[in-house]
């Protein structure tokens, strides 16, 4: 009765009716949630627009993508911070030069 040949649909509806005004056996039970729970998220992908062939490769060029944007924000980072510790001891330097009176040396 579930060949390949029957829709998600069809099996799911075979599935209730079997379970309709009797006690269900447990393997009953878990093919009716294992199909309805497929079913929901067959529905779910739809609604995002994920359910034809080019998701697969859309959802990968999403994901690099956002590899790439991380990568980017790690840089900038990085950047900052290396520009933030130059800055310091340039600023520690030219306070020891004030300091030990080395810009009266350089002026003449």
Do not use: C, I
Not at 17 to 40: H, I, K, N, P
Not at 50 to 58: I, M, Y
């Amino acid at each position: 009765m579930s060949g390949p040949e029957m829709s998600s649909d069809a099996l799911l509806a075979s599935l209730m009716a079997q379970a309709e005004g009797r006690t269900a056996d447990l393997v009953t039970l878990r093919a009716l949630v294992e199909e309805s729970s497929q079913a929901g998220a067959r529905r779910a992908l739809g609604a995002l627009g994920l359910d034809d062939e080019r998701a697969r490769r859309d959802m990968d060029d999403l994901r690099e993508l956002l590899s790439a944007w991380r990568e980017a924000k790690r840089s900038v980072w990085k950047a900052v911070v290396g520009w933030f510790v130059r800055l310091f001891l340039a600023l520690v330097l030219v306070g020891m030069a004030v300091r030990f009176r080395l810009t009266e040396m350089v002026s003449g």
